[in-house]
């Protein structure tokens, strides 16, 4: 087990290197440093002079890869490519457009982030698979056919109508949360109520209705017909075997998205001016900022490596049919 | 001498090739008996046949709107749809208004003839303007919605009965029979489902149309531009990034999952490692990058486009390729688990022994037999690229501004929930047509797959037969 968690950690290196190298192709040489210069500079003050010191201030005044006029290790070190994407391994982030400390931000803003996304996780989870058991349960009647149709109609609504819609309702109409806002502690629940909801909600149409479509593939196997032989009740059935059975498939899913809950939710987060990643993300991609950017989409690839890891350690806890070698 | 100049975007051109393609499909599906019979399992879904019914609808609109023409130099560019709706597209008014409103929704100050300055809601400049009095509104809605219905009626009957006349020449019964099939549902196609479809579609959109014509049926927004009219526009934006970005990521996932699947070794590893690398980011943020990327690219590079609606067409055809290029990972790795399970069949084995190449066996035994994923797959990813798309935009990275889409609308339209009176028309215009669409497409999806999916197929057979069997 230790063994293959190690070697499946070094195999997470390249693929690491590899989302930064293309991060670094897309940011350093498909878009120049004088691009991102003229960006954030504007139209009317871009002079060569002004996009120099530009340059200077944000330390991409070097040569890309290689730095012939500076002597011994600084050749590869006083470069863009190490001050900008190497660093990022030792999460050294360096400063966003106005001067902050993005690593400072980034830890500061996962709190929040985690006080959204974890309880909808959790919620979203218990009540998706509750709701698919229940239509496994009543399967093949008027209920679970109204259940479904109920699922697709939910997941054809765009997130940001329930966003829009709950937060136009419950805020403004019946005035019963804030509209948006956030404060750390107890005081804080009142804000998170209404995101927490609306993600439960925005997410249940889909995931019930794949949830459904496993269980009903279980439903079918010899397991559960010996199962009712033996004389257990449908309940026992479903919650002892068809559950356990279910939930590799659905631990595929949704293990390797635990690790990303750091990074939030960008909608919710932004609409319910939650100081999380998500908006800390969306304000970024507005303000055209890359070094944030750059920073989100290592850290976000960091996280998922770690999902898929924590993915396949799950399936060896769950299923002892699964050996790691 | 023509009296305009036909335009054509790089995103009309793909359109036009796209439904090429589905026409060849189409016949070359009819001559083949196995594939018939799969795809006859759709026409007989009823949801599956009205949610066709409706989508094609939609088509019907996007297409309208991709051909695209100048009507005279120094002019912007104009749609068949922009011509067909002329009064939608050219009835601006000052601000905003609310549905079948026949004044303005914000006051201005007028000078009476005594001379004294007053706080009124002016009457609207083209909504409602034939009538005398204002108070008679709500009658005269009522009175052509009316109108509307009855015309809608008669288009409907007068459809049904070429269909069944049409049904009858065929299979060479009565009208009278034929329509009882189709009443009954006992035709091989679900005729009954379609033509329900038609009617309330028919229904809908009639009185809608005839009424927008000299009322704003879904109002007008900040800058009094007609909301039905842009709700129409964004169907096509919709459609274009529905369809465009599965085309693009097809080949890219069908060749690199077939490839690694098949040869197997070195190949497969750098696949696969690949698509782990491009899965790693998140979706959104590589989106995003992109998408920035294109933006600084085409600030640069503002002489290549003529004209803004050339530049906007540009954008959002590289919106499509970007979304394509992201999302091409999910189906490789669908395609590459499944081409290692058909290399190790009897066939693909005898094929090798015949020693047919590489090349052909790949083309002529394995890419076929993955058809049905690709397709599946293509109508699966519809609906969730035109939910995207609306997210996108709010975020900043989606289309451009002078194109007109979901999302740009709803990102407008957000800000005027705060106003007082609250402007809540532009956005339910363009959720509520956004949630027909999506839908429609998510119950198509559903069909196809039952129809195409062996897996299901079988299923669907058995859960059938356990229904006969109670």
Redesign the interface.
């Known amino acids: 087990m230790i063994a293959y968690l190690v070697r499946r950690v070094f195999y997470a290196i ?2 690491l290197i ?2 930064n190298l ?2 670094f192709v ?2 350093f040489v ?2 120049t440093p004088d ?2 210069a ?2 954030q500079l504007g139209i009317k003050y871009v002079t060569p002079a002004a996009i120099e010191q530009w340059k200077a201030e944000h330390g991409y005044d070097k040569p890309l890869l290689y730095n012939g006029q500076a002597d011994g290790i600084d050749r590869v070190t006083n470069t863009i490519f190490f001050e900008k994407s190497v660093k990022l391994f030792a999460f050294d982030f360096g400063q966003a457009e106005d001067g902050r400390d993005i690593a400072h931000e980034i830890t500061t803003r996962m709190g929040p982030s985690l006080a959204i996304a974890l309880p909808v996780f959790l919620v979203g989870l218990l009540i998706t698979v509750s709701f698919a058991l229940m239509l496994v349960f009543f399967r ?1 009647t008027y209920l679970d056919f109204w259940g479904v149709v109920l699922c ?2 939910m ?7 329930y966003i ?1 819609g709950g937060q ?1 309702l419950i805020s ?1 109409l019946w005035h019963l949360v804030p509209i948006s806002g956030y404060s750390g502690g107890l005081g804080g629940i009142r804000f998170l109520i209404l995101p927490v909801a609306i993600g439960v909600i925005s997410g249940i149409g889909a995931s019930s209705r794949w949830y459904r479509t496993i269980f009903l593939e279980e439903i ?1 196997r010899d397991y559960v017909r010996t199962a009712r032989a033996k004389g257990l009740s449908e309940t026992t059935v479903l919650f002892r075997h068809v559950l356990k059975n279910g939930m590799l498939p659905i631990l595929t899913g949704v293990v390797v998205v635990i690790p ?1 809950l750091f ?1 939030g939710s ?2 919710t987060e ?1 609409f319910f001016g939650v100081p999380g990643l998500g908006s800390y ?2 304000d970024a ?2 303000a ?1 900022d ?1 070094a944030v ?2 920073a ?2 290592f850290i ?2 960091v996280l ?2 770690v999902g898929l890891l924590l993915t396949d350690i799950s399936y060896s806890l769950v299923d002892p049919r699964i050996r790691m070698r | 001498m023509m009296p305009f100049d036909i335009v054509i975007l790089w995103t009309d051109a793909l359109i036009f090739v796209l439904i090429a393609c589905i026409v060849a499909a189409g016949f070359y599906i009819r001559s083949q008996e196995h594939l018939r019979t799969s795809w006859r399992r759709l026409v007989e879904n009823r949801t599956g046949m009205a949610a066709l019914t409706v989508l094609l609808v939609f088509v019907a609109v996007g297409f309208a709107d991709s051909l695209h023409y100048r009507p005279a130099p120094q002019v912007g560019v104009w749609s068949l749809l922009d011509a067909l709706l002329r009064n939608l597209k050219t009835h601006t008014e000052k601000t905003y208004s609310a549905p079948f409103a026949v004044k303005l929704d914000a006051r201005e100050t007028v000078t009476g003839p005594d001379g004294a300055q007053m706080r009124i809601y002016p009457r609207l400049v083209y909504g409602g303007a034939h009538l005398a009095n204002p108070d008679e509104s709500a009658a005269d809605i009522l009175w052509r919605a009316r109108a509307a219905c009855v015309h809608a009626a008669a288009g409907w009957i007068v459809i049904c009965a070429m269909v069944v006349a049409l049904l009858a020449c065929r299979s060479r019964i009565s009208f009278a029979q034929a329509l009882g099939n189709v009443l009954r549902g006992e035709t091989a196609t679900a005729w009954n489902a379609a033509l329900f479809a038609v009617g309330a579609v028919l229904l809908l959109s009639v009185p809608a149309l005839e009424l927008s014509s000299i009322y704003h049926v879904f109002g007008t927004d900040k800058v009094g531009n007609d909301v039905f009219y842009q709700a129409l526009k964004s169907v096509r934006t919709a459609l274009v990034i529905g369809t465009l970005t599965t085309l693009a990521m097809l080949p890219l996932a069908a060749v690199l999952g077939i490839l690694a699947g098949y040869l197997g070794g070195i190949v497969d590893d750098v696949v696969q ?2 698509y ?7 979706g ?3 989106i ?3 998408v ?2 294109m ?3 085409i ?2 590079h503002q002489n290549w486009f003529a004209t803004a609606a050339e530049r906007a067409d540009a954008r959002l055809l590289a919106l499509c390729l970007i979304l394509g290029v992201t999302s091409w990972t999910g189906l490789c790795r669908l395609l590459r688990a499944e081409t290692l399970k058909l290399r190790e069949l009897e066939y693909v084995e005898a094929a090798r022994a015949f020693g047919v190449s590489h090349w052909k066996i790949m083309s002529r035994h394995i890419l076929p037999n993955l058809m049905h994923i690709l397709l599946i797959s293509l109508v699966m990813d519809f ?1 969730g690229l035109v ?1 995207a798309e ?2 996108l935009s ?4 989606g289309v451009d501004q002078n194109t007109i889409s ?1 999302g740009s609308m ?1 990102n407008t339209a ?1 800000m005027e ?1 705060a106003r007082e009176p609250i402007v809540w028309w532009s ?1 339910a215009a363009a ?1 509520s047509f ?2 027909t669409l ?2 429609m497409a ?2 198509l999806s ?1 069909a196809v797959r039952d129809a195409l999916d062996p897996r299901m197929a079988s299923r669907v057979r ?2 059938a037969a ?2 006969a069997g109670r």
Do not use: C, W
């Open positions: 390249p693929v590899g989302v293309l991060t897309l940011f498909v878009n691009d991102m003229r960006i093949a697709v109609a997941m054809s609504i765009s997130s940001l109508f829009i136009y403004k079918n990303l990074m960008l909608l932004s993300t969306i991609i507005r055209q890359f950017v750059r989100m989409v976000g690839s998922y490596i | 490692y690949v782990t690398t491009l899965n790693s980011i998140p959104v943020l590589l995003a990058a992109a920035l990327l933006q600084v690219f600030e640069d609906s939910l609306a997210v709010y975020v900043g990275i979901f709803i957000r929930l956005l959720f956004m949630f999506v839908l998510n119950l559903d058995r859960a356990a229904k």
